[in-house]
């Protein structure tokens, strides 16, 4: 079997570590014993990049070539450690964030330029793109109402609310731009209701062969 990458994006407090953990749990139920899922994020997704997750979320706010450039060492050693090794081997892999988050962070958020972020995401790629990219569509606002109820803040999820839906601006240009790619999921409904949504189209698009399971798994 050949391996299959999916990416889940979207701005602070969209849910997207609780749809992949739901959706991990999914297909391994319904899936093959033989076939292995893999999570993983970025930043972080190295040992390497735990460490560059530190410095981006918990540090003093860099300067932003600085945070750019950060971001693509944590994705280069990604890639090459971690992602390309377990598309190898046949893992549907599971990632929080990837490309479009430093489009729309780095450029819509921060106004780097575009064609410099094209660049750079190309280096550190490779040209390895997603099979299919979930966007969990929620409005910064509600979003970030979401991150307060936790009470915890990183230095991203600090920045004032113009940031943010900057960034969510930048989501929706890349999901018009990459139709066939990113796919919009509505993430102001139920968890379960946007778990049911992300089940279906996998079933769709990926031409998965999945074992019979009563109902979906919430």
């Known amino acids: 079997m050949t391996g299959r990458f999916i990416v ?22 319904s899936l093959p014993s033989e076939v292995p899922i893999f999570v993983t994020r970025e930043p972080g997704g190295t040992a390497l990049g735990q460490e560059i997750r530190k410095m981006l979320l918990e540090e003093d706010s860099p300067d932003i070539i600085a945070e750019l450039l950060l971001y693509a060492a944590d994705r280069a050693q990604h890639v090459a450690a971690v992602l390309k090794p377990h598309l190898e081997k046949g893992s549907i892999i ?8 430093t489009v729309a962070y780095q450029g819509y958020g921060r106004g780097i330029d575009l064609n410099l972020i094209a660049q750079l995401n190309g280096i ?17 606002a509600v979003g ?29 240009q890349l999901a018009k731009a990459h139709p066939q790619r990113i ?10 209701r ?20 009563d109902e979906p798994l919430g």
């Open 8 to 29: 889940f994006e979207g701005v602070e407090g969209a849910g997207k570590t609780t749809q992949i953990r739901a959706i991990a749990d999914w297909l391994q139920a």
């Open 94 to 101: 599971l990632c929080d964030r990837y490309t479009d988050s």
């Open 124 to 140: 550190a790629t490779g040209g390895l793109r997603s099979d299919l990219t979930f966007w969990l569509d929620v409005n910064a």
């Open 144 to 172: 970030l109402d979401r991150v307060r109820e936790r009470g915890a803040f990183d230095r991203i999820e600090q920045a004032d609310l113009s940031f943010h839906q900057n960034v969510q601006r930048g989501f929706s």
């Open 183 to 192: 796919v919009r999921i509505d993430g102001n409904r139920s968890r379960d």
């Open 194 to 213: 946007v778990q049911q949504d992300i089940q279906e189209i996998l079933t769709q698009r990926l031409g998965l062969e999945f074992q019979e399971i």
